[in-house]
Nanobody, 126 residues
Framework: QVQLAESGGGLVQPGGSLRLSCVAAVDYKAICWFRQTPGKEREGVACMTKSDRTTYYTDSVTGRFTISGDNAKNTVYLDIDNLTPEDAGVYSC??????????????????????WGQGTQVTVSS
């Protein structure tokens, strides 16, 4: 009864790239990616709406992260380029409640989300 399943994490050298995947077994209006490192609060990374496919990125990842989707596979991707040690952490995806533009989720209010995946670990090291 897994609603969301993330994959694609692993050990990557600084400057490397990863593609993370979020496979949804439930219907959704929007999906956002979050990341969390021990000792830090969970932070929002990027969001995409299902119907209009609008996107939003937090300032710290703009230009390096790309969120996209494949409707046939019911999957949302997060492509990460030029990884730094600060990008390390557990990356999770979550479903948004409302069929609105991705900008609506720019505050990453946790009350706007329902299902959560267990996350995939990204480690950045030489």
């Amino acid at each position: 009864q897994v609603q969301l399943a993330e994959s694609g994490g692993g050990l990557v050298q600084p400057g490397g790239s990863l593609r993370l995947s979020c496979v949804a077994a439930v219907d959704y209006k929007a999906i956002c990616w979050f990341r969390q490192t021990p000792g830090k609060e969970r932070e929002g990374v990027a969001c995409m709406t299902k119907s209009d496919r609008t996107t939003y990125y937090t300032d710290s990842v703009t230009g390096r992260f790309t969120i996209s989707g494949d409707n046939a596979k019911n999957t949302v991707y997060l492509d990460i380029d030029n990884l730094t040690p600060e990008d390390a952490g557990v990356y999770s995806c979550a479903t948004g409640k409302y069929d609105l533009a991705a900008l609506y989720y720019s505050d990453f209010d946790l009350t706007d989300f329902t299902a959560w995946g267990q996350g995939t670990q990204v480690t950045v090291s030489s």
